[in-house]
């Protein structure tokens, strides 16, 4: 009987993800977790064939099938380094949620300046934060600057040895977000900096900013990087919108689509990939990397983008 309460409770989550998907809090916070949740159902199949538990397995068998619905495609999407992306003009982008109450600065901001990044979004970037930055160094190295700073997670800048060109503060559910263009060997490249509320702290917010996210992006000039801490992992529906809006996403470019960035250790959690970095099919995906991140829930990611036109 047990065992079929968890069935039970798998197949209910299951149904979830394909009737109401990311429609509430709970399902929303389910799906993010759709690698993990339905781990249990391998086992019971399993054991239901080995007992020849038939009625069992096959209830088992049509979960596990759909996880590897879910879960088989975004190991499909790993991109080749051609001859021409290897020859074209490269930049290196990092993104890094400093965590707005983390008062050991110095640690993180060293791994950024470490990171040899040509342009640094940074999420969670209060006044206390932007002086620490304007202490460590980085402005030296990343004299372009747009940033909106803030008291609460909401802040957030752009540091960039490149000149940052057309830069525009928007608004998503009450956070900024920030556009710009680079230019790498003279080729245009546009960059869109995103973090918004996680949806555990207000749906409602967190949807509209989605929203709010989504037509930005959208209305950007392509070629187009839209990077940053999405609160919102692979099997979320907002991560297959920005899909749908022509654009890949780096990690699974590279052929990295299990990487995690949260929670970095803070939390008795199974980890989530929550940090994104979406690009055209004209911007290659070379390589993407995890820092450490000292004293932030979120580990940043570094991703070297070839900008072929």
């Given at each position: 009987m047990p065992?079929?309460?968890?069935?039970?409770?798998?197949?209910?989550?299951?149904?979830?993800?394909?009737?109401?998907?990311?429609?509430?809090?709970?399902?929303?916070?389910?799906?993010?977790?759709?690698?993990?949740?339905?781990?249990?159902?391998?086992?019971v199949l399993v054991a239901a064939l080995c007992f020849r538990t038939w009625s069992l397995a096959l209830v088992a068998a049509v979960?596990?099938?759909?996880?590897?619905?879910?879960?088989?495609?975004?190991?499909?999407?790993?991109?080749?380094?051609?001859?021409a992306a290897r020859e074209a003009p490269h930049v290196r982008v990092a993104s890094a949620n400093l965590r707005y109450d983390n008062t050991d600065h110095g640690p993180l901001l060293a791994e950024l300046g470490a990171s040899h990044a040509d342009i640094i979004v940074v999420e969670e970037v209060t006044p206390a934060w932007w002086r620490a930055i304007?202490?460590?160094?980085?402005?030296a190295s990343h004299p372009d600057t747009a940033k909106?700073?803030?008291?609460?997670?909401?802040?957030?800048?752009?540091?960039?040895?490149?000149?940052l060109e057309d830069v525009v503060v928007h608004r998503a559910g009450g956070w900024p977000i920030i556009t710009a263009t680079v230019h790498v060997a003279g080729r245009a490249l546009h960059l869109g900096g995103v973090h918004l509320v996680a949806p555990l702290e207000t749906f409602a917010r967190n949807q509209r900013a989605q929203r709010a996210i989504t037509s930005i992006a959208a209305s950007m000039p392509r070629p187009r990087?839209?990077?940053?801490?999405?609160?919102?992992?692979?099997?979320?529906r907002w991560f297959d919108q920005m899909l749908g809006l022509g654009l890949r996403d780096?990690?699974?470019?590279?052929g990295r689509?299990?990487?995690?960035t949260w929670p970095n250790g803070m939390h008795r959690l199974p980890p989530l990939l929550l940090d994104h970095a979406f690009v055209d099919r004209s911007v290659v995906p070379v390589a993407v990397r995890e820092g450490r991140g000292r004293g932030s829930d979120h580990r940043p990611i570094v991703v070297d983008l070839a900008v072929e036109r």
């Open positions: 065992v079929w309460v968890i069935v039970a409770m798998l197949l209910a989550l299951a149904a979830g993800h394909v009737i109401a998907y990311d429609r509430s809090r709970a399902v929303m916070l389910a799906d993010a977790y759709t690698l993990w949740v339905f781990l249990p159902a391998y086992v979960i596990v099938a759909a996880h590897l619905a879910w879960v088989v495609p975004t190991t499909l999407h790993t991109v080749t380094v051609t001859a304007r202490s460590s160094g980085l402005l909106a700073l803030r008291d609460d997670p909401g802040g957030m800048a752009i540091l960039s040895r490149l000149p990087l839209v990077i940053g801490d999405f609160n919102a992992s692979p099997y979320n780096a990690h699974q470019a590279v689509p299990f990487a995690t």
